[in-house]
């Protein structure tokens, strides 16, 4: 939490506001930080980054490394929600990934409080049309406006550590 008290990584722009436009004098409504092992070196001793490079070679192969953490402060239990989204349509459709995304509870994700919803199967779909929410480019977001059931959606609450 200190990272997000601190405003660690802000100035170079790894620290933003995930839903709203940055304003240093405000702040954050949904505060994120890319990368943070880059300002927490230790989070790399972790049993966390141990078991997830385990679960990525397992799935990927040996050659499998972590890379692209992304920390999300979300307030609960009244935070801005987080738009439909695939995270493959963050990724340039030029290149071929061979990755996958691990998320890790640090709190109880609840279905009160907003715990992550999935669509079955939607893994093997192609990327969906996306879009700035509000059609705001200046947002960080991305959400998903291509046709997809809503109602299919299964709520995945986790305990901390989940």
Not at 72 to 93: I, M, N, V, Y
Request: net charge negative; hydrophobic share 30%; glycine share 8%.
């Amino acid at each position: 939490l200190d990272l997000f008290a601190n405003k660690t990584g802000y100035n170079e722009g790894a620290q933003y506001d995930f839903v709203s436009r940055d304003d240093p004098s405000k702040p954050a409504k949904f505060p994120s930080l890319h990368d943070p092992r880059h300002y927490a070196p230790g989070l790399l001793k972790t049993t966390y980054h141990e078991r997830t490079l385990d679960l990525a070679r397992q799935l990927l192969g040996e050659e499998a490394a972590l890379y692209g953490e992304h920390a999300l402060l979300k307030p609960g239990p009244f935070g801005p929600e987080t738009p439909w989204h695939q995270d493959e349509a963050f990724r340039s459709p030029d290149f071929v990934y061979n990755e996958l995304s691990i998320w890790l509870a640090l709190q109880p994700a609840t279905v009160e409080n907003g715990c992550m919803q999935f669509i079955p199967g939607s893994n093997k779909w192609d990327v969906l049309e996306h879009r700035s929410p509000g059609g705001d480019k200046t947002l960080h977001p991305l959400e998903c406006c291509g046709d997809f059931r809503r109602d299919q959606a299964v709520a995945e609450p986790l305990d901390p550590g989940g």
